[in-house]
């Protein structure tokens, strides 16, 4: 019970983390591309709130080891996998046509390609308490959050 109530709490926060990057990314390739279409913007929204939406019931993928039936696993296998379709999509609509917003796609889809790997079932039993894990976090969590930051300081100081 307690590992449930833990990571229905710490995974959402995870996106409430990368969320702010995800704007800020968005917004800047937006406002540099002039790009003003109200399906980028709303698009993006819809993207958004989608990841919102699906980030609160991805919780049990972190816990494949603990005996989690079979049907339930499927399900939030399934649900993980799906969680990276509003992900692209919040980068297809906006247009990186900056060369130093390719850094921050790049490093967060190297960290969306193994999150995927991680929300197959199979494979997360696999590499389970592994450095692959550690490195999946870090690329979206730290780097994408860093990486937008020091972006967001840039376009502040007026360049």
């Known amino acids: 019970m307690f590992?449930?109530?833990?990571?229905?709490?710490?995974?959402?926060?995870?996106?409430?983390?990368?969320l702010p990057g995800f704007g800020i990314v968005s917004h800047i390739c937006m406002m540099m591309s002039n790009n003003d279409s109200s399906f980028g913007y709303y698009g993006l929204i819809?993207?958004?709130?989608?990841?919102?939406?699906l980030g609160r019931v991805?919780?049990?993928?972190h816990m494949f080891m603990v005996g989690l039936d079979h049907l339930t696993a499927i399900f939030f296998s399934s649900v993980t996998m799906i969680i990276g379709i509003p992900v692209f999509l919040d980068y297809v609509l906006s247009d990186p046509i900056l060369w130093w917003l390719?850094?921050?796609?790049?490093?967060?889809?190297?960290?969306?390609v193994t999150g995927v790997a991680l929300s197959a079932s199979a494979l997360d039993m696999l590499f389970h308490d592994t450095w692959f894990v550690v490195a999946h976090f870090h690329y979206v969590l730290s780097l994408g959050s860093y990486s937008s930051v020091v972006i967001m300081l840039y376009l502040l100081q007026g360049h």
Not at 58 to 61: D, E, I, L, P, Q
């Open 3 to 18: 590992q449930h109530l833990f990571w229905f709490f710490g995974h959402p926060e995870v996106y409430v983390l990368i």
């Open 102 to 112: 390719v850094g921050f796609i790049f490093l967060f889809t190297i960290g969306g």
């Open 46 to 53: 819809c993207a958004m709130a989608s990841i919102v939406c």
């Open 58 to 61: 991805v919780w049990a993928h």
